[in-house]
T-cell receptor
């Protein structure tokens, strides 16, 4: 059964600090992995996407890594801001190469709270 | 480009009543998803449409939930009768994914419809 596990479940940090969120998956065949940010009361928004051949992808202060051998991904947030407070969801897509079959497996999310 | 539109944003009903949610995907997006998100959890797929056909409804509680996507554009999700455990946010998402066309399957989500069942 395809699964995506995220850790920690929740995290509290001070503004300006860095943090790293983890995602482990057992999805096959693998196409790509996305990190979504979901603000409270809003729908998720895509932050990064990585395919099998990519190891690192950055989007501003967000940097995602992927180890396809160990089936692990991380999302690193640098110099956190209050607006980073949100739920971060890891989503893995089945497919071949860069093409998704449209079947997605969601993690349960990590709730990040940034305090001033 | 307009995003995914959902309505209503909020709905409060009593158990055993019925409710309907509406979703209008991004223009040209062939794939439409309905997800249920319970507080503190990740989204759970209820049903996936490709144009106006159902691709996956294996997790849809068919005794009380129904969904349709007439003409392959907008969609409605209905719950009848509602139970307390149906309290959740119902997210609609669309994707450009078309059969035979290479794409990464990025989902674009609406703001969600928050249902409270009393």
């Amino acid at each position: 059964k395809n699964q995506v596990e995220q850790s920690p479940q929740s995290l509290i940090i001070l503004e300006g600090k860095n943090c790293t969120l983890q995602c482990n998956y057992t999805v096959s065949p693998f196409s790509n992995l996305r990190w979504y940010k979901q603000d409270t009361g809003r729908g998720p928004v895509s932050l990064t996407i990585m395919t099998f051949s990519e190891n690192t992808k950055s989007n501003g202060r967000y940097t995602a890594t992927l180890d396809a051998d160990t089936k692990q991904s991380s999302l690193h947030i640098t110099a956190s801001q209050l607006s980073d407070s949100a739920s971060y969801i890891c989503v893995v897509s089945e497919g071949a190469g860069g093409t998704s079959y449209g079947k997605l497996t969601f993690g349960q999310g990590t709730i990040l709270t940034v305090h001033p | 480009e307009a995003g995914v539109a959902q309505s209503p944003r909020y709905k409060i009903i009593e158990k055993r009543q019925s409710v309907a949610f509406w979703c209008n995907p991004i223009s040209g997006h062939a794939t439409l998803y309905w997800y249920q998100q319970i507080l503190g959890q990740g989204p759970k797929l209820l049903i996936q449409f490709q144009n106006n056909g159902v691709v996956d409804d294996s997790q849809l509680p068919k005794d009380r939930f129904s969904a349709e996507r007439l003409k392959g554009v907008d969609s409605t999700l209905k719950i009848q009768p509602a139970k307390l455990e149906d309290s959740a946010v119902y997210l609609c998402a669309s994707s450009l994914r078309l059969a035979g066309v290479q794409n990464t399957g990025e989902l674009f989500f609406g703001e969600g419809s928050r249902l409270t069942v009393l």
